[in-house]
């Protein structure tokens, strides 16, 4: 019943009714600084660096989401973003907004628990960058700082971008060089250092490329310092910076300094405030085989190593070479994990890296001493690690210089970029390992000649060793049976493996879909996720590995998922779309980009969620009839060497990420010297080549890939 007041007397005992409370206005966007980040632990909701903290752990404390109640994970919200090629970046979470990058360094703000964009920006990179990239137009994501998106892009160029609007702030070269004959890349997250940005490049796989990283002012762009990797050719004066003196002495006096030499800061950066000091993962060096020619070598300083530099003015501290004289392309680039340890003596501050070349090291990140490496994979390369001096036993089997070899692990490695996750209470870290191994061939003497951007070697998965179809390019090879003799079996397999840190030992394993699938994420409910190149993200028991579920996403998975929450609903996201090295190998009939659209896209899941929606499936298109064949035997034969040379490092002859060939239509036929020599799909990131190809170059692959298309369209004889 209401009650009225009707008189003056009665207005006096009247209330007016309570204003409703005033909602909280929402905190600014994007707002972290050192003190939020170092109190992470404190801020289970959030997800504020791309390995969630400051030490990188890709670990999330959040317990909502449990053995119990995970096989009830499912839809939450998914945002499309708009292209097919390769995703690999972990997104960033800050109250409430979501910041991801995709590729050539495009950035994504949508709103965490809807998936509603709020802004998207596009730094609008020329598509001929996308042939010098190793592998895919790729980017690993974004640093959020006071209001801030940080960002590099694959044209090499820092941008700052505010964090609230998606407008730019401003755009920087990082390069110090830009030419094609210096075809640097960047494809890493930046890392704030401090008032700092540091960030490095791509591009130890081509010629011309020195290593280096370098750190920007963070509020103007400007450069602070640059810190080269490598010694610059002797010939053009005394080294240009103090460490580089020592360097230039482990480096074969005939090292053909015009290859720039490598050893680019593509990954794997970190930070420490509280000793100030940026880690960063060096490269292999550059040309690729560094006993080309009949040189001896070297250790090759400080290619394929782990290195201390002084955040404040940008020198040396210390470092560890993982790989001494690398001629493998064991990169040690991989994700770098802080935690604070007792290995039996006493409390470290520690460093700790699954190497691409099998080993899992354990440093003192203050002294660079080395606490431990054991193998977390199987090695042949190598017979194990001397404890005293750290460095790698030799192996003489693994000296493919005058034979080919099959050695373990592949150039992919035993672990690549794909984060690992630390679990800092059960010590235990969470692998996506690979069993692969490649046979190595030394290839200048060969017919094939010099693959652009692998110099004088090539390496071959079990799968891609053909001997007759190699044979034209490489001459007689011995047999895969013959390589294979006393050594695990020759097949590219992929693992999860948990890594007990302090007793140096491998806990267990489960085999995942392939060789080539997605990063980790660990919770503190004991859970461990993995996506796959099936198009399913996976969930463990941490202490077992059993497997509590499997969500269908219908994309296949690189990136590593991440969990915040929202309004106590806690969430895991990942970002989906197949590609990055993938584009070097044709792909299974299991992977999800063989049967759905890979149309990139965030997925979100929730406890009690829906089924995810599949992309559509892809039909089976029948095998076009090519054109006439043109050209001569010797013009064919030219163009197979051309192609193996130019072209398919990306273009692998079957079904794969970027386009088969073989399959052109009419019309790209017609239009295929102005899509070769101009670039007319530069926009697609097929950029032009009339730098190192001539009109006649073009004519000879053209024949060549006309006359492979009728070898796939039916047999021979039929024509």
Request: aromatic content about 10%; proline content about 7%; some cysteine.
């Amino acid at each position: 019943m209401s009650i009225l007041c009707l008189s003056a007397s009665a207005l006096a005992g009247c209330q007016k009714p309570a204003e409703p409370p005033t909602a909280a206005p929402p905190p600014p966007a994007g707002q972290i600084d050192a003190a939020r980040l170092a109190g992470a632990a404190n801020e289970p909701d959030q997800w504020l660096t791309t390995g969630r903290d400051g030490n990188g752990s890709y670990y999330s404390p959040l317990k909502d989401i449990d053995a119990g109640n995970v096989g009830k994970l499912g839809f939450a919200w998914e945002y499309k973003l708009g292209t097919r090629r390769g995703l690999e970046a972990t997104p960033v979470v800050v109250d409430g907004t979501l910041y991801v990058s995709g590729n050539f360094g495009r950035v994504y703000a949508v709103d965490a628990a809807t998936g509603k964009e709020r802004w998207r920006y596009d730094p609008e990179v020329d598509g001929q960058w996308g042939r010098y990239a190793c592998c895919d137009a790729i980017n690993r994501g974004v640093a959020v700082w006071k209001g801030r998106v940080y960002v590099g892009t694959l044209d090499g160029f820092l941008h700052s971008i505010d964090a609230a609007t998606g407008a730019r702030i401003y755009k920087v070269d990082t390069l110090p060089e830009r030419s094609p004959k210096h075809p640097y890349t960047t494809s890493a997250t930046p890392v704030i250092a401090g008032d700092s940005v540091i960030i490095g490049s791509a591009g130890a796989d081509f010629a011309g490329v020195r290593g280096y990283v370098a750190a920007f002012d963070i509020a103007t762009g400007a450069l602070r310092w640059r810190f080269y990797t490598v010694p610059r050719d002797p010939k053009e004066g005394p080294q240009d910076q103090p460490h580089l003196v020592k360097a230039l002495t482990t480096w074969d006096k005939r090292h053909r300094w015009e290859a720039g030499s490598g050893a680019t800061v593509w990954d794997g950066i970190n930070y420490d405030p509280d000793l100030k000091l940026v880690y960063v993962g060096t490269g292999n060096g550059a040309p690729y085989n560094i006993k080309e020619g009949g040189r001896t070598g070297g250790d090759d300083l400080y290619a394929a190593s782990i290195v201390a530099i002084h955040a404040d003015s940008g020198t040396l501290a210390w470092y560890y070479q993982t790989t001494p004289g690398d001629r493998w392309d064991y990169d040690s680039t991989q994700k770098m994990i802080f935690a604070d340890l007792d290995l039996g003596q006493g409390a470290r501050k520690v460093l700790m890296q699954a190497a691409k070349n099998g080993y899992y090291y354990v440093l003192d990140r203050t002294t660079g001493e080395l606490l431990s490496a054991d193998p977390y994979a199987f090695i042949n390369w190598s017979k194990g690690i001397d404890k005293q001096s750290g460095r790698p036993i030799p192996n003489p089997a693994a000296e493919y210089v005058d034979d080919p070899k099959l050695i373990f692990p592949a150039t992919s490695g035993a672990h690549s970029w794909q984060p690992m996750s630390y679990d800092p209470v059960r010590q235990t870290t969470y692998i996506p390992a690979m069993e692969w191994p490649m046979i190595y061939i030394e290839t200048s003497h060969r017919r094939a000649g010099l693959v652009e951007g692998w110099f004088t070697v090539n390496a071959f998965p079990p799968e891609m060793y053909d001997r007759a179809g190699l044979k034209s390019l490489y001459g007689n090879l011995p047999s895969i049976e013959k390589l294979d003799k006393g050594l695990p079996p020759a097949k590219a397999l992929g693992y999860l493996r948990a890594y007990d840190v302090k007793n140096h030992k491998v806990l267990w394993e489960v085999p995942t879909a392939t060789s080539w699938d997605g990063g980790v994420l660990s919770t503190g409910s004991g859970l461990v996720f993995q996506g796959d190149a099936t198009g399913h993200l996976n969930v463990y028991a941490a202490e077992s590995g059993k497997r509590l579920a499997n969500v269908e996403i219908g994309t296949g998975m690189l990136a590593g998922p991440i969990s915040y929450r929202i309004d106590g609903v806690q969430y895991v996201a990942v970002l989906a779309g197949y590609g990055g090295n993938a584009i070097n190998y044709p792909l299974g009939t299991t992977t999800a980009a063989y049967r759905y659209d890979n149309e990139g896209r965030i997925v979100a899941l929730k406890v009690g969620g829906g089924t995810v929606p599949l992309p559509p499936e892809l039909k089976d298109e029948p095998f076009p009839e090519p054109p006439p064949r043109e050209g001569t035997r010797a013009q064919v034969a030219q163009g197979e060497v051309l192609y193996n040379r130019f072209c398919g490092r990306c273009h692998i002859l079957g079904r794969g990420i970027v386009p088969d060939l073989r399959r052109l239509s009419a019309g790209k036929h017609q239009a295929f010297y102005e899509i070769v020599l101009n670039g007319a799909l530069a926009a697609n990131g097929m950029g032009r080549w009339d730098d190192v190809l001539t009109r006649a170059d073009a004519e000879a692959l053209h024949a060549y890939i006309v006359s492979e298309a009728w070898n796939a369209y039916a047999p021979p004889q039929a024509h």
